[in-house]
């Protein structure tokens, strides 16, 4: 299982094996990872999943959607490196992904 | 050791289990639930886990490691069967006893029952759990006949992922519009329209009289014809679970009635939260919510009150649903009277509908068109008014509306 790192808002790491398939947003939520609220359970119907994606990571996830972009678009605390955590789908190719996440998620 | 007792394993028990402990509770804590399952999502059962998209274990809310950290003793499959108040305790079937200090009814809904002859007949299926789902799947084949008997959130979820997986649909809608009691009149037309592009035959204004069939559905009769189906899909709405409520002498009415910090009026130690309970909104109506958000802030709220720190709830409530390729996405509460102004052209499949009141929005709802949706959600929580003019502008972006 592809192994992602993620970091709170207050420093602390932490590492979680997630299934192929999952969402980076269910590998936290499943893992006891705080920071990461999902009130929606990832129908990217809430914006509360948003992270902070490490820059060398970017380029090898999948584009946003539509959907996805307007979202975070009204999400609190927006940078470059912004994605719904929900929205992006674990491969294999994704081992090692590191995200951190936001101070809060309303 | 002081004890809090939760009764209904569902989304607003797990929420308040996670609030309680972040809060800081540092009591003995108790989850009661009628299913053998721990807390689990129940909007994906009729989209994804119905298709085969998502598998079950995705479907929990938290791990089983989330309970064993906070602390939670899980009573899974022991329905609570009576309050009693005054001895501060709750009866389980086949587990005696729980004392509590505190008290939260998470009960949910059940679905409302079809009652008409034949109704009980195999091949007959309702949605609300796990369970209902997993009968019905393996009889969901390519070119099977399913009639979904209400053309609600759930028949029309189920009728497009039957579509999508090759079944011959057909929605039997007793009202003249689907979705009525959820969604604008021009959002039912425009999902009315994408099913039948979809290739759903829908009968509006037809109520089914009954079911027949030698020893499993073969038919229904509704507008004085006889159909033939394979199977059945009931989707006519869920009633609330109160009873325990009821006979434990707590006030109720089409649900149980909680204040603006989720407390049930005249125990002190007994709060609600979620579907179960009737609430009145902050514009003075009385309203019994059936969401996702609802479940999650009254479960929030109540957790916060129990600990002795309330806050009121003013939360803005939103919902959404999938069919087909469409998000639909609705925040705030509809009401008869208001003024509707449509944004965007519901032929490109992008549309918003905002429901004006005395100058400000009390409810959108936006199809494929999140913009509209999360600027109008902040829009209703901040009252902010606005000029019906600019909303059905187009050409002026949503963050520039107000």
């Given at each position: 299982?592809p192994?992602i790192?993620y970091i ?6 932490h ?9 980076v ?9 705080p920071g ?5 359970g ?5 914006a509360?999943?948003?992270?902070y ?7 090898k ?5 539509d959907?996805?972009?307007t ?7 927006l ?5 719904l955590?929900?929205q992006i789908?674990v491969?294999?190719e ?7 996440m936001?101070?809060s998620?309303? | 050791?002081?004890?809090i007792?939760i ?8 929420q308040a ?6 809060e800081?509770?540092?009591?003995s804590l108790a989850?009661?639930?009628d299913?053998p ?5 129940r909007p ?10 998502m ?5 929990f809310?938290?791990?089983r490691?989330f309970?064993r950290?906070a ?6 499959g022991?329905?609570a069967?009576a309050i ?9 079937k086949?587990k ?7 008290l939260?009814l ?5 679905v409302r029952?079809?009652l008409?002859p034949g ?6 299926f309702?949605?609300r759990?796990?369970a ?5 799947r ?13 053309g ?13 997986l ?22 039912s ?9 979809g290739?759903?035959?829908?009968h509006?204004k037809m109520?089914?009289?009954a079911f ?15 159909h ?8 006519i709405?869920?009633?609330p679970?109160?009873?325990l409520a009821k006979?434990a002498?707590l006030p109720?009415?089409d649900?149980i009635?909680v ?18 309970t ?16 609802n ?7 109540a957790a916060f ?7 009121s709830y003013?939360e803005?409530?939103w919902?959404?649903?999938?069919q ?5 996405q ?10 509707l ?6 032929d ?10 005395n100058g400000?929005?009390g409810?959108?709802e936006?199809v494929?068109?999140a913009?509209?949706?999360l600027m109008?959600?902040k829009?209703i929580?901040?009252g902010?008014v606005?000029s019906?003019e600019r909303?059905?502008d187009?050409?002026?972006p949503?963050?520039n509306i107000a």
């Open positions: 299982m192994k790192k709170e808002h207050s420093g602390r790491e590492e979680a094996d997630v299934p192929v398939g999952w969402s947003m269910e590998g936290a939520v499943k893992n006891l990872i990461i609220d999902a009130d929606c990832g129908a990217c119907a809430c509360t999943c948003q992270v994606v490490d820059p060398a990571w970017l380029s996830l999948p584009p946003k959607s959907m996805e972009e979202m975070l678009d009204f999400a609190q605390e940078r470059p490196n912004s994605r955590s929900c789908k491969t294999p994704l081992a090692g992904l590191i995200v951190q936001p101070k998620q309303h | 050791m002081e004890r007792v009764i209904g394993a569902g989304q607003a028990g797990a289990v996670a609030t309680l402990r972040a800081g509770w540092d009591g989850l009661v639930g299913e399952f721990a807390p689990y999502q994906p059962l009729s989209k994804a886990y119905l298709s085969g998209a598998e079950r274990e995705r479907l809310l938290k791990a490691e309970y950290e602390r939670c003793e899980l009573l899974l022991h329905p069967t009693d108040r005054i001895a501060k305790r709750v009866h389980l086949d005696g006893e729980l004392p509590y200090d505190k939260l998470a009960t949910g809904t059940r029952r079809c008409i109704s009980e007949l195999p091949g007959i309702y949605l759990g796990i209902d789902v997993d009968a019905m393996p009889h969901f084949a390519t070119g099977a006949r399913l009639a979904v008997v209400g609600g959130y759930i028949g029309l979820e189920v009728a497009a992922v039957a579509r999508k090759g079944l011959e649909v057909t929605v039997f809608e007793a009202m003249d519009r689907v979705m009525a009691r959820a969604v604008s009149h021009p959002v037309d425009f999902f009315a329209r994408i099913h039948q592009a290739g759903v035959r829908l509006l109520p089914v009289q027949e069939g030698k020893g499993r559905l073969e038919a229904l009769r509704a507008g004085g014809e006889r033939e189906f394979d199977l059945t899909l009931i989707g709405g869920v009633e679970n109160v009873e006979d002498g109720c009415d649900g009635v204040d603006d910090h989720c407390r049930c009026a005249g125990d002190l130690s007994v709060f609600a939260a979620g579907d179960c009737q609430h009145t909104t902050r514009d003075g109506r009385s309203v019994r919510l059936e969401c996702v958000q479940a999650i802030d009254q479960a929030k709220h009150a129990m600990l002795g720190k309330p806050i003013r803005v409530p919902f959404w649903s999938d087909y390729d469409l998000k639909l609705i925040a705030g509460l509809a009401w008869p009277g208001d003024r102004v449509m944004r965007g052209d519901p490109s499949r992008k549309f918003a509908v905002f429901h004006l009141r400000v929005i409810a959108v936006a494929n068109a913009p509209e949706y109008g959600r829009l929580s901040d902010t606005v019906p909303l059905a187009t050409s002026v949503m963050k």
